[in-house]
């Protein structure tokens, strides 16, 4: 499974963004997938995985509310709704495909390059 990230960008603080993540292959519904993103000078951190049925979904205590993760498996595509942003939310954002919807890293086989969002205050 390949995956690429898109859709990132510059925003104002309080604005709103959709990432993409297209993937290859004819497996992607059989995968769950993840989003994590990575500030300057920080470690990766999870932001938000769901299920390969869509069945659940879980997000970080720093985005709940605020970020919704989808899926539509008939086009191999997820999603970040990323709504009321925050200068904090500027990272590199990247999604990953796995076996378990789980927030670790070593959950996901396969990962994505990054795409950028840049908050501004």
Do not use: H
């Amino acid at each position: 499974v390949q995956l690429q990230a898109s859709g990132g960008g510059l925003v104002q603080a309080g604005g709103s963004l959709r990432l993409s993540c297209a993937t290859s292959g004819r497996t992607f519904s059989s995968y769950a997938m993840g989003w994590f993103r990575q500030a300057p000078g920080k470690e990766r951190e999870f932001i938000a995985t769901i299920s390969w049925r869509s069945y659940s979904t879980y997000y970080a205590d720093s985005v709940k509310g605020r970020f919704t993760i989808s899926r539509d498996n008939a086009k191999n595509t997820g999603f970040l709704q990323m709504n009321s942003l925050k200068p904090e939310d500027t990272a590199v954002y990247y999604c990953a495909a796995g076996r378990v919807a789980g927030m670790m890293d070593s959950d996901y086989i396969y990962w994505g390059q990054g795409t950028l969002v840049t908050v501004s205050s």
